[in-house]
């Protein structure tokens, strides 16, 4: 379990809720616990809160075993509005505490990413938030939180997968002792799972292309957030430990990375979401 630099740790990979709410989203969250997950990530902005707390409500798995992300959106930042965007957020989840707490997206135009950390390493200290981080936030980003309130992100969850391995950035968050998580870590449209290193590992292997692409994160020290309302897909994402990877083999995929291989224009310099 990668180690965080508050002293916690996380699972090597979590479950994705994007877009599932709902029963379906509950019903998912509830099969992936059962399966063997403990890392559940959600968002204010996926609008399933609700529906994860109810999984976490009704599972067998106890609440200390799971790790429950949420992260604040937009919309919130700053100060006393992140205070009051977390009550609403542990309302919705059912639950008084949140395991790890992630600001959504930097939005530099507003300015107001620092504040909002702020308030979240209150929380922190309040002991009603066991480790604080960000997701989609740059290096610059990272120092300059950092160098305000003394607490360097836990965490950063960024776009990565093979088209785009974020090579420079992993490198920042293992100087800085940060867990990179990965979203879209299978590349979602994109057509990674049919490249030529990806099919060669899997057959290698005898396991999926998907398999090869999530125990290529684990392997380069990224915890992948795959989602499927699928049970037998959660299965198989989740079935990681029966092989391994050579260096040529994840140096092969790495090197599918693409001057810009984004799934969409997400360059957190520019793109915005509240």
Do not use: C
């Not at 490198?171 to 449209?189: C, M, R």
């Amino acid at each position: 379990m990668p180690s965080l630099n508050d002293g916690t740790t996380i699972p090597s990979i979590g479950f994705g809720t994007y877009p599932l709410r709902g029963d379906q989203g509950t019903a998912a969250v509830l099969s992936a616990l059962d399966l063997g997950y403990r890392l559940i990530d959600t968002a204010v902005n996926y609008g399933n809160e609700d529906a994860v707390g109810r999984a976490v409500a009704r599972t067998d798995v106890p609440r200390d075993q799971i790790v429950v992300t949420t992260k604040l959106p937009g919309r919130d930042h700053g100060y006393d509005e992140t205070l009051a965007s977390f009550d609403r957020s542990t309302a919705a989840l059912g639950l008084d505490t949140v395991d790890l707490y992630l600001i959504h997206w930097p939005n530099p135009s507003v300015g107001k990413y620092v504040e909002t950390f702020r308030a979240m390493v209150r929380l922190k200290e309040e002991g009603r938030v066991r480790s604080v981080g960000v997701s989609n936030f740059t290096p610059e980003f990272l120092d300059r939180v950092a160098d305000a309130t003394g607490v360097m992100p836990a965490v950063n969850q960024v776009e990565l997968h093979p088209f785009f391995p974020q090579v420079e950035l992993r490198a920042f968050h293992a100087e800085h002792g940060i867990v990179t998580e990965a979203w879209s870590p299978l590349g979602k449209g994109a057509p990674v799972k049919q490249t030529a290193p990806v099919v060669a590992a899997a057959a290698a292997h005898e396991v999926t292309p998907a398999q090869v692409i999530l125990r290529w994160h684990q392997q380069i020290g990224s915890v992948p957030i795959p989602k499927s309302g699928d049970p037998g897909r959660q299965r198989e994402n989740l079935d990681l430990d029966g092989f391994t990877l050579s260096d040529a083999e994840v140096e092969a995929i790495t090197g599918l990375g693409r001057p810009d291989g984004r799934l969409f224009g997400g360059d957190p310099n520019t793109h915005e979401e509240m």
